[in-house]
C-alpha cells in the first residue's frame, strides 16, 4: 500500500468517526431541546421572569451550527480520503 492510499484510508476512517459523531450530536439535540421545552413550560407556569424564550433558540442555535461544522468535516473528511483511495480501489 503506498503513502496516498494510506492517508487516504486514514480520512475515510476519521470522516466516518466525524459522521457518527455528528449523528449522536444530532440526538443529543433532540433530547436537549425537549428538555428546554419542559424546563421552560415549568418556569412560564410558575410566573418566572428569569427564563426567556431566546434563551432556548440561541444555545438549539449553537448547538445545530457546532453539528452543521463536525457534519461537513466528516463528508470532506470521506469525500478527500475517497479520491485519495481511488486508485487503490480499483485494483
Sequence with gaps: MDVKASW???SVSLGIIY???SGMLFS??????????????????????LYHNTYEE?????????????LLTGICMATIGLLLMKNYLRK
Excluded at 60 to 69: G, I
Design 58 to 70: 440561541n444555545i438549539l442555535a449553537v448547538d445545530q451550527h457546532k453539528n452543521f461544522v463536525v
Design 19 to 21: 459522521l457518527l459523531w
Design 8 to 10: 487516504g484510508f486514514i
Design 28 to 49: 443529543g439535540i433532540i433530547g436537549q431541546e425537549h428538555i428546554f421545552t419542559e424546563m421552560g413550560a415549568f418556569l412560564n407556569l410558575a410566573g418566572s421572569d
